[in-house]
């Protein structure tokens, strides 16, 4: 989970430091997933926030870096 809190912030800031750590914060997520099977608990829950923080920093640099496109293709208009 911290590092998909970190991939947010970092891919609001610099896209090549939030998106690798995202996918960290992903493939982490998934392991931890598949290590507390036997197990339910409050485990589950930080390793599925772990990759909803993952996507959300993969996703935001992707929308952030195509609303800047577009301004600066149609801003001036």
Same mark, same amino acid.
């Given at each position: 989970?911290?590092?998909?809190?970190?991939?947010?912030?970092?891919?609001?800031?610099?896209?090549?430091?939030?998106?690798?750590?995202?996918?960290?914060?992903?493939?982490?997520?998934?392991?931890?997933?598949?290590?507390?099977?036997?197990?339910?608990?409050?485990?589950?829950?930080?390793? @599925?926030?772990?990759?909803?923080?993952?996507?959300?920093? @993969?996703?935001?640099?992707?929308?952030?870096?195509?609303?800047?496109?577009?301004?600066?293709?149609?801003?001036?208009?």
């Amino acid at each position: 989970m911290v590092l998909g809190i970190v991939s947010i912030l970092g891919g609001v800031c610099c896209v090549v430091v939030g998106v690798p750590l995202a996918i960290g914060a992903v493939v982490t997520g998934i392991l931890g997933i598949s290590q507390v099977k036997d197990r339910p608990g409050q485990d589950r829950a930080m390793a @599925i926030a772990g990759i909803v923080c993952g996507v959300l920093g @993969i996703i935001l640099p992707v929308v952030l870096f195509l609303s800047q496109f577009g301004f600066a293709l149609y801003g001036s208009r």
